[in-house]
């Protein structure tokens, strides 16, 4: 059985992942940063607990250099480690602390703990973000295809300026320091990264309440609870996935051969919050105070995609074997379960 070691398995993604690779069979430790978080994972896994196809290890900070040395050693030992646990948040108080050191240092130091102490693990798989893709000083960019040639310009100096910008170059810049330890340090390990964009869809893991909602939900929530009731919110970033396309991405990286040493821009394509205040007006006109068709916002730039930049993501296609879904059904999917936690 192909034992893995899952990072973060609290969150909104991770949870996901997990909840596939239990169902296809694999052997999972996932780390948490407390035992609580542990204890809330394992009552929705009693089964997967007992028998012995799930553990946890408690990985307090992971900005902390060194911080995955014990959790990388397992037995039997690890043949896969999927590392999904960074920051993903805006509410900061110092950029640097809360988000450029988790991200720079619980990356590059989980493949350090990796090559230094599992000699094991021939795959592994981080999760990155199309904020390492994207190039916010092009604008709406028209005619300009994002894929995973495209790197983020981003500097040190530019990510101080905002908690926003501090997210963005946490993730630029430890992807490039991932791939710079690949190409100096030549571990026996293959590596993959999955870049989605805005992430989408139904909440699995535990939160005790919608205030505790996951960023990239957020826009939909506020859609569903009447926020975007007057205006419809910015758009922000037009392209988007669904949360369990980007799941199986993960696995599939460290199952196909070719996927190694290589980036994968996981988009399910363009949308706007217009379209998404809709898809939740036709399939919940029960909710109150919703967006309708004559309210102003969300839509794109010039209200025509044609005035937007485009996407190009054949490799996830080709490689991975991606059949995306629709938004339609995702946004459905998602809020119904917001209403499951109470909208």
């Not at 990072?7 to 596939?20: E, N, Q």
């Not at 999955?194 to 859609?223: F, R």
Request: net charge negative.
């Amino acid at each position: 059985m192909t034992r893995v070691l899952l990072t973060g398995g609290s969150g909104f993604i991770a949870s996901h992942v997990l909840d596939l690779l239990l169902k296809r069979g694999y052997s999972v430790v996932t780390t948490v940063r407390s035992q609580d978080k542990a204890d809330k994972i394992k009552a929705s896994y009693q089964s997967n607990y007992d028998n012995g196809q799930l553990d946890f290890a408690i990985v307090q900070d992971i900005a902390q250099l060194g911080a995955f040395d014990q959790a990388v050693v397992s037995e039997p030992p690890f043949d896969v480690v999927v590392h999904t646990a960074s920051p993903c948040h805006f509410n900061i108080t110092d950029v640097k602390k809360d988000l450029l050191d988790p991200a720079m240092n619980g990356t590059v130091g989980i493949l350090k703990s990796v090559k230094a102490h599992a000699p094991s693990v021939k795959h592994v798989v981080y999760t990155s973000s199309f904020s390492a893709i994207m190039n916010p000083g092009k604008g709406d960019w028209p005619g300009h295809a994002f894929s995973e040639a495209d790197w983020n310009p981003i500097t040190e100096e530019e990510a101080y300026k905002s908690p926003l910008n501090g997210y963005r170059g946490s993730k630029t810049f430890a992807e490039r320091a991932a791939w710079e330890f690949m190409e100096k340090e030549k571990p026996n390990f293959t590596f993959a990264t999955i870049n989605p964009p805005v992430v989408v869809g139904p909440v699995i893991h535990s939160i005790d309440s919608l205030d505790k909602l996951n960023t990239s939900n957020q826009g939909v929530l506020k859609a569903a609870s009447g926020k975007w009731k007057d205006v419809i919110q910015p758009t922000g970033v037009y392209l988007w996935v669904d949360v369990r396309d980007v799941a199986e991405a993960h696995i599939q990286a460290f199952e196909k051969p070719e996927a190694a040493n290589k980036r994968f821009f996981t988009t399910a394509g363009v949308y706007s919050n217009k379209e998404i205040a809709a898809i939740i007006k036709k399939h919940f006109p029960e909710l109150k105070d919703l967006a309708t068709e004559s309210t102003p916002g969300g839509d794109y730039p010039e209200s025509s995609r044609d005035a937007l930049y485009t996407y190009n993501n054949k490799r996830t296609v080709d490689i991975l074997g991606l059949q995306y879904m629709e938004l339609e059904r995702s946004i459905v999917d998602t809020v119904k379960s917001f209403q499951g936690l109470g909208l």
